[in-house]
């Protein structure tokens, strides 16, 4: 059962209902927010032996579906970085036939971003005039490297993050963890139950609490000691985005004090955060998250992992003259 895409699931299910279903539609939105699933509970209500949306989940061809074992279902994915035209080829040769077993056959394209430009031009055609009986359903994390041509042909259906509740509960679910640490780790994944699931629990954990223990301690303006406390930063984690992570938790939460709402991520460090709260200003709190998300863009354009995070720490310890801009 998918949760937390109700929007999505109501637009599936009024289409089906008055007939009028697209064939073709683009799901965008993060990774791991559960697209392909979306997909794939598209395709099984299109083939239920009990018609309606959502589809019941139980019959035969609902349990192939999810098993990835529907002959009238097809996913395809990039093998390597890019999504060959050779494999668009040979799904839209595929589509070619009538359905075989189930009454409409549906092909999920997934990361369709990776498509290269020949790779998109061959989908064109079959997108612009599907076989009868037939859907397909794309997935990109963004419109921004589709072809406007491959845009037009589909209807964008735009899929949000899950909620944080959602995601919680998932992580309690799948990984048999408490309660609070189910939270951390929702929060942290900011609505990807993939990326909730994939993180690195021991560092979520512990070094969470020693990242964000030790720079609530460090002296305001104290400049060595800020730096080598950013040093370490950046030898502690390979992907210094995780690093980021946790100074936007933390933040998230000292604005979470400044509106009399009590910590929901790090309880354990909870009268520290407090305090910290306390001493800090609304608008050095707001300053603050707009540096780290600023950190966090330079990081993915490749920006020195060590510069950015001593650039970082000092202008969030006020060291004046600090700046991301000439770390
Ligand atoms: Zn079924």
Redesign the pocket.
């Known amino acids: 059962m998918i949760r937390g895409h109700e929007a999505v699931q109501a637009l599936f299910r009024e289409a089906l209902r008055h007939g009028r279903l697209a064939h073709a539609y683009l799901l965008v939105g993060k990774p791991g927010i559960g697209k392909r699933l979306l997909a794939r509970e598209l395709a099984?209500a299109l083939n239920?032996?009990?018609p309606g949306y959502p589809?019941?989940?139980?019959?035969l061809?609902?349990r192939k579906i999810r098993d990835l074992n529907h002959p009238d279902v097809i996913e395809v994915e990039a093998e390597t970085k890019t999504l060959k035209v050779d494999q668009v080829r040979e799904l839209c040769a595929q589509l070619r036939y009538r359905p075989f077993e189930g009454r409409t056959k549906v092909a999920v394209l997934a990361e369709a971003e990776r498509m290269n430009a020949a790779a998109m031009n061959a989908l064109l055609k079959t997108l612009e005039e599907p076989p009868p009986d037939t859907v397909l359903v794309l997935t990109a994390l963004s419109l921004e490297s589709l072809l406007p041509t491959v845009i037009s042909r589909c209807q964008v259906v735009r899929v949000q993050p899950l909620p944080t509740a959602v995601v919680e509960e998932m992580v309690m679910e799948q990984m048999k963890v408490e309660r609070s640490e189910a939270r951390l780790l929702a929060v942290l994944s900011e609505g990807s139950l993939g990326k909730a699931l994939s993180l690195d629990r021991e560092f979520f954990l512990e070094g969470r609490r020693q990242i964000i223990s030790r720079f609530l301690k460090l002296p305001a303006g104290a400049a060595t000691a800020i730096l080598d406390y950013a040093e370490e930063l950046a030898r502690l984690r390979e992907d210094p985005e995780e690093v980021m992570d946790v100074f936007q938790s933390l933040y998230r939460d000292l604005l979470l004090f400044k509106e009399g709402i009590a910590s929901t991520i790090h309880t354990d460090l909870a009268p520290a955060v407090q305090a910290a709260a306390e001493a800090t200003s609304p608008e050095a709190i707001l300053t603050g998250l707009e540096r780290i998300e600023r950190a966090r863009r330079r990081l993915r354009q490749n920006a020195n992992p060590r510069l950015t995070l001593a650039a970082l720490t000092l202008a969030l310890k006020g060291v004046p003259g600090a700046s991301l801009e000439s770390p």
């Open positions: 099984q239920c032996e009990r589809p019941d989940g139980a019959c061809s609902c």
